[in-house]
C-alpha cells in the first residue's frame, strides 16, 4: 500500500519523481503529494486523488531542485484529502518525509507529543512519526555534531521509539545534501546511478534511471549524501550491502498499446507461462529442475505435511496446489490465509514445509506468516514473483515464477504462473516418492502445452466480450467448480468483483444445495467451470439443478464436448487437458469475463476503488 519515491542527483527532481509516482500508482491511488529540498526549506504540492490531479497542481519546473521525496497514498489513517496526503511535516518545519506502511503506536505516542507542545494538521500516522524524529532532532542540536549527524541520530531514535512496519524518505531543512531511507516491514530499494540515486517503493520507478540497486533489508537505513551513500542499522551498526541487477526492463513495465496492465497480462500469459517453465521440465527423463530448491529437496521430500500459505489470488493457487501435493506427491497438504495463520497459534510439527505464495513478495500478512512459521521451526519456501522482495529474501529457499513485473491490481498471469509452479514442484516431489517416469511424463508433456492452449482461448476475445455485454446489468453472479476447478470458481469470483464491483460468489459446485440455491432466479448468471474431469456428471447435475429454478449458464467446456450445449445459455470452450492442469486455461476465460464485465462497466481496471496491488499493511 502506498508508493514512495525519492531523488537525490543532479537533474531536476519534480519530472523524476511525477513520473516515478505514475509508475507507483497501482500501489495506491487516494492522493499524492511530493516535497522538493528548496534551499534550507521545503517546496511541498499535494492533492487528493490522482497522480494526474498532482501533476494540475506542480509549478513550473525548477531545475535547481534537484533533491525531493513523493509518495501516492493508499489511506489507512484519515480520509484521502489533500491535509492528510504526504509528505508530512513536524512542526518545527525542520524534517518532512514520506512512509509506506503503519506506526501501530501512532495514537500513544501522539499523546505523549501533544503533552509536549507539538501540533498536528492531519489525522494520520505518518505525522506523528514526522513529530517524533522532529522532537528527537530538536533535543539532538544541544549535543555536540553536526546537524547531518543530529538528523540521522534523531531517525534511529525516533525508529527505535515505533512499533509498525514503514518505507520512509525523510529529509532535513538543515541538511540539505543528505537524505535518509529506512525499512522495516514495508519494501524499499535504492537505485544507485551515476552522481544519482532513486529510493523507492520497487524497481518499476528506478529502472528508467539505473538497473543497479540495493535491495535494503527491515531495521536498515541508508544514507545518501552528494558524494555517495551508506548503509546501517537504526541502532546504528554499520552494514554492507550488495549492488544488484534490477531483472526486468523499461518494456515490461510500458503498456506497449494494451489499453490496461490487466488486458496485457492476460494476454502475455502463454509468453510468460513459457518462461516461467522453460529449462525446468526434463520431459526424457520425467522430472524438474527448480535451481532455487535443490538444496532443500530431500527435506522436502521426506515432509509429513505441508503448509501453503498465501493471501487472495495466491491462495487460491494454493489451493489448486494443495490438490496437486497431494495426487501426485501423496504428502498431505493444507492451505492457510496468512492472516488466519499468523494469529492462530498454529501446530507446526516436526519437518513440516511452509511454502509461502506471493506475487509481489511484500504482503504484510503472508510476511507475519512467514515469521510465524519459522519461528516454529518450520523449513519456508517462498513461490514469488517480485525479485529480491522481501518474502524472496525472508525464506529459506524459492522458486520466482519469472513472468515479469504485474502491475494490473488483478493478479491474472501470476495465478497461472503460481500454479504451473506448484505443478512442477508436485511432479518432482511425486518422482522422488512413488509417481512413475510414465506418469510424470504425461503431466509434465501435457504443462509444456498449456501456453500454446492458453493462446487459443485468448482468439475468443470478442466471444467471451459479448457474454460480458449480455450479462453486464446482472448484479450477482455465481461462479461453481468442482476438484481441481473449485479454485477456479473462486477466482473467477474474486475477478469479476474486484474490478468491476459485481457482487460475486465462488463456490464448490455440490455447496450450492446447501444454502445458496436458494438465491437462484433467472436475473443471477451462474457460471459453471464443467470441463471433461472425474466430476463432470456431478457438475452437470448440478447445472441441471440450477436451470430447473430458472437460473441462466455461462459455462466453460472442453472443446469438443457435443453433450454439453444444451446445459449452457452461453458457453465457452477450452482445449483439453489433464484434470490436474485443467485450473491453467479454465483460468482465462473467467479472467477475460471480468476484465470486459469492467470496462463495460466504465471502470477503471487498473486501479479499481479501494485496492491496492500490494497489500503492505495488515
Ligand atoms: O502479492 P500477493 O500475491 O501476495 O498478493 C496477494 C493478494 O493481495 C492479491 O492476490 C489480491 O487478492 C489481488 N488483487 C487479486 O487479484
Known amino acids: 500500500m502506498c508508493g514512495i519515491v525519492a531523488y537525490f542527483g543532479k537533474k531536476a527532481a519534480q519530472p523524476i519523481l511525477l513520473e516515478g509516482l505514475k509508475r507507483l500508482e497501482y500501489r495506491g491511488y487516494d492522493s499524492a503529494g511530493v516535497a522538493l529540498m528548496a534551499g534550507n526549506t521545503f517546496e511541498q504540492h499535494k492533492t487528493s ?44 518545519g525542520k524534517i518532512t518525509l514520506v512512509h509506506n506502511g503503519i506506526i501501530e503506536n501512532y495514537a500513544t505516542l501522539k499523546k505523549w507529543l501533544l503533552k509536549e507542545g507539538c501540533t498536528f494538521q492531519s489525522e494520520t500516522d505518518t505525522e506523528v512519526l514526522a513529530n517524533l524524529i522532529g522532537y528527537f532532532y530538536t533535543q539532538e542540536q544541544d549535543k555536540d555534531g553536526t546537524a547531518c549527524e543530529h538528523f540521522e541520530r534523531a531517525v534511529q531514535k525516533a525508529l527505535n521509539e515505533i512499533y509498525g512496519t514503514y518505507g520512509l524518505a525523510i529529509m532535513c531543512a538543515d541538511c540539505p545534501d543528505m537524505m535518509i531511507g529506512v525499512k522495516k516491514g514495508s519494501p524499499l530499494i535504492l537505485g544507485v546511478g551515476e552522481n544519482e540515486f532513486v529510493l523507492a517503493s520497487d524497481a518499476s520507478a528506478i529502472v528508467e534511471h539505473t538497473t543497479r540497486a540495493v535491495y535494503m533489508s527491515d531495521g536498515e537505513m541508508v544514507i545518501i549524501h552528494a558524494d555517495g551513500f551508506t548503509t546501517k542499522t537504526i541502532t546504528n551498526k554499520e552494514v554492507s550491502k550488495e549492488l544488484k541487477d534490477i531483472e526486468f526492463s523499461l518494456d515490461q513495465i510500458e503498456l506497449e498499446g494494451f489499453e490496461h496492465y490487466m488486458q496485457k497480462e492476460i494476454a502475455e500469459q502463454p509468453e510468460a507461462l513459457h518462461t516461467c517453465l522453460n529449462g525446468r521440465i526434463d520431459l526424457k527423463n520425467g522430472r524438474v529442475i527448480l535451481g532455487g530448491i535443490q538444496n532443500l529437496l530431500r527435506d522436502l521430500t521426506r515432509t509429513k505435511r505441508i503448509i501453503m500459505t498465501a493471501c487472495g489470488t495466491a491462495w487460491h493457487a494454493a489451493l489448486v496446489g494443495e490438490f496437486l501435493f497431494e495426487q501426485l ?78 502491475i494490473g491490481v488483478a493478479s491474472t498471469k501470476a495465478f497461472t504462473a503460481q500454479v504451473s509452479v506448484l505443478a512442477m514442484l508436485a511432479v518432482e516431489l511425486g518422482r522422488r516418492r512413488h509417481l512413475s517416469a510414465d506418469a510424470a511424463q504425461t503431466i509434465l508433456t501435457e504443462l509444456a502445452k498449456i501456453p500454446q492452449k492458453v493462446e487459443s482461448i485468448l482468439a475468443q476475445q470478442e466471444h467471451i466480450k459479448a457474454i460480458a455485454q449480455a450479462n453486464i446489468h446482472k448484479d450477482n453472479w455465481l461462479f461453481l467448480g468442482r476438484g481441481f476447478n473449485y479454485p477456479v470458481a473462486l477466482e473467477g469470483a474474486l475477478k469479476l468483483k474486484e474490478i468491476s464491483y459485481i457482487h460475486a460468489e465462488g463456490l464448490p459446485a455440490a455447496e450450492m444445495k446447501h444454502g445458496p440455491i436458494a438465491l437462484i432466479t433467472d436475473d443471477m448468471p451462474a457460471v459453471f467451470v464443467a470441463t471433461q474431469c472425474s466430476q463432470y456428471e456431478k457438475v452437470i447435475g448440478n447445472i441441471e439443478e440450477v436451470r430447473a429454478r430458472g437460473g441462466k449458464t455461462i459455462v466453460v467446456a472442453t472443446e469438443g464436448d457435443d453433450h454439453i450445449a444444451p446445459y449452457a445459455d452461453y458457453l465457452i470452450t477450452v482445449p483439453d487437458t489433464i484434470e490436474q492442469l485443467q485450473p491453467l486455461l479454465t483460468v482465462v476465460p473467467l479472467q477475460m469475463l471480468a476484465y470486459h464485465a469492467a470496462v463495460l462497466r466504465g471502470h477503471d481496471v487498473d486501479k479499481p476503488r479501494n485496492l491496492a496491488k500490494s497489500v503492505t499493511v495488515e
Open 49 to 92: 486523488g490522482r497522480i494526474a490531479n498532482l501533476e494540475e497542481v506542480l509549478p513550473a519546473v525548477n531545475a535547481a531542485q534537484t533533491i525531493g521525496i513523493g509518495h501516492t497514498r493508499w489511506a489507512t489513517h484519515g480520509e484521502p484529502n489533500t491535509t492528510n496526503s504526504h509528505p508530512h511535516t513536524d512542526a518545527t
Open 329 to 406: 506427491a501423496r504428502i498431505p497438504a493444507e492451505v492457510e490465509y496468512a492472516s488466519e495463520f499468523r494469529y492462530r497459534n498454529p501446530i507446526v510439527e516436526e519437518g513440516t514445509v511452509v511454502i509461502a505464495i506471493s506475487q509481489s513478495g511484500e504482503t504484510a500478512d503472508t510476511l507475519a506468516a512467514i515469521e510465524q512459521a519459522k519461528e516454529r521451526g518450520a523449513t519456508v519456501l517462498g513461490v514469488v514473483n517480485a525479485v529480491g522482495s522481501t518474502i524472496a529474501r525472508l525464506t529459506d529457499a524459492g522458486v520466482y515464477l519469472r513472468v515479469g513485473p504485474e
